[in-house]
């Protein structure tokens, strides 16, 4: 099974403040890793595919980059609406596996 | 509007069974890949089982051997069939479409707004 860490597992920022979340994985995946925010009590929903392609009314703050084992998610100037808990997803083979997830709050 | 609504969950006693629903709208069930991802209180994303288009069905070895997904044409529906289950199977269980590309690439999941299973005597 390929194996997601993703790092930090916490962090307090600013609204304002440029934010980066690693995710690595244990072998290589292509481009094949998706990105999700989940708020307090609701479903994920995907912001990015294919490692760098935002969905459709994702707002373009949101970045995501990478490719092999080394991905990273930037949110170049957090909102308040932004304040969540992340998981990055790998798609390249199953069982598909998730990060352990990283949650934003407000410093 | 595609839309996924899970039912089914509930309170369950250890070694028993429960059979969860996951009613779509706007989009066939049978012409899609469907998931079964749960996430246990307080915790991260757990993938359970996928079944394919064609029928094909895969499982996590956590749940293999106790969990069957199915589908009902019929109905627009998907299934999770929970057998002999246990305290660490407690957890919200989503049902999830995937998102694939015109070349059959696994773009990601939109996913329901989850049912709570909870296993305890």
């Known amino acids: 099974d390929i194996q997601l860490t993703q790092s930090p597992s916490f962090l307090s920022a600013s609204v304002g403040d440029r934010v980066t979340i690693t995710c690595r994985a244990s072998?290589?995946?292509?481009?094949?890793l998706a990105w999700y925010q989940q708020t307090t009590g609701k479903a994920p929903e995907l912001l990015i595919y294919?490692?760098?392609t935002l969905q459709s009314g994702v707002p373009s703050r949101f970045r995501g980059s990478g490719s092999g084992t080394e991905f990273t998610l930037t949110i170049s100037s957090l909102q308040p609406e932004d304040f969540a808990t992340y998981y990055c997803?790998?798609?390249?083979?199953?069982?598909?596996?998730f990060g352990g997830g990283t949650k934003v709050e407000i410093k | 509007e595609v839309q996924l609504v899970e039912t089914g969950g509930g309170l369950i006693q250890p070694g028993g069974s429960l059979r969860l629903s996951c009613t779509a709208s706007g989009f066939t069930v049978s012409s899609n890949y469907m998931n079964w991802v749960r996430q246990a209180p307080g915790k991260g994303l757990e993938w359970v089982s996928v079944i394919y288009a064609g029928g094909n069905t895969f499982y996590a070895d956590s749940v293999k051997g106790r969990f069957t997904i199915s589908r009902d044409n019929s109905k627009n529906t998907l299934y999770l069939q929970m057998n002999s289950l246990r305290a660490e199977d407690t957890a919200m269980y989503y049902c999830?479409?995937?998102?694939?590309?015109?070349?059959?690439?696994?773009?990601?999941?939109?996913w329901g707004q989850g049912t709570l299973v909870t296993v305890s005597s």
């Open positions: 294919t490692a760098s």
């Open positions: 999830a479409r995937e998102i694939r590309d015109a070349y059959n690439e696994l773009l990601g999941h939109s």
């Open positions: 997803q790998q798609l390249n083979s199953y069982p598909l596996t």
């Open positions: 072998q290589g995946i292509r481009s094949s």
